[in-house]
């Protein structure tokens, strides 16, 4: 059983991230959306935590938000529209939103 | 079979609604006899602190609410260890009787064991 | 598939606009929505009341002819939207208040609601927060 968490909120500003990666089960993934995207932002310390552990889970960012915040991403994570968010929550047995 | 849901609450007692109602969740699905699942991380363990005085702030006491969860038959109530110690609380001083999780790893299992999930 | 979706923040958080796609993108891959379920500031994207710029979306007319538009049950907590000033007709007059907001899409009902969908659906998705 794995689960899909979705995170939103800026690590910068908040501690979502930090206590999801804590938990993050080893068939787990991460779909980060909104302000969670920034995540990915280049030389920073979310980045290097979320590349610290890349391998170990699915990373995936939902493509508007990156776009809208002109983000470029790495190669191992895995941008995904409406249709394709759809499609993860029913690949993994359960959604987990970090509200 | 029932669907079993964990409502994790993560928040501190009184900021905002968010404890209250994460609670509610929880009260409402024990009424309903459903398999429910609470795990208190982050500052949500302030919510199970002994020493609580929330008229000062003319605010609810929810220990009332977390002592019902037993009534409700809600018996499967959860506390994330590391999230007590990084606070200075321990599990033998709380207001209600919990499961502690000494490791991250615990939680993902937990999460593993229910069909539904909200993290309040 | 089946989904409950429930939504925890206003018509103005880019979470509700986000639960708001997401859910047209389940109905348009074939599956069925069971319920959405409105709890904490969700309540507030069911506000009749809602007034937006000409030129920004409005989301909570959108979420009323989602609901519309494919005969979705579209639940409001009740108990959420008292404490946040959301009421029907019913509540209005039972608590002596100037004015009834609550889209008509829109149902009051318990958080049993919310249990009944999750207990029927094969996918219980939240959107909130941010």
Known sequence: ?99 | MAKSLLVISRQAPWSGLSARESLDIVLAGGAFDLPIGLLFMDDGVFQLSQTQGPAAVQQKDLTANLKALEMFGVEDVYACGKSLAERGMFPGNLNINIKQLPQEQDISELIDRYDHVITL | MKFAIAVFSAAHAPSSRRALLFARAVLAGGHEIVRLFFYQDGVYSASANVVVPQDEQDIAVQWQDLVRTHQLDGVVCIAAALRRGVLNEEEALRYQKPAANLSSSWELSGLGQLHDAAQSADRLVCFGGQ
């Open chain 1, 1 to 99: 059983m794995a689960t899909l968490h979705v995170l939103s909120h800026s690590p910068f500003a908040d501690s979502r991230l930090t206590s999801c990666l804590r938990l993050l089960g080893s068939k787990d993934a991460l779909l980060l959306c909104g302000d969670a995207t920034y995540a990915l932002t280049q030389a920073t310390a979310p980045l290097e935590a979320l590349e610290s552990r890349a391998g170990a889970f699915e990373l995936y960012a939902l493509q508007e938000d990156v776009h809208a915040r002109n983000l470029t991403i790495p190669a191992w994570v895995n941008c995904v529209d409406y249709p394709e968010f759809v499609e993860l929550s029913i690949r993994y047995d359960r959604v987990n939103t970090w509200l």
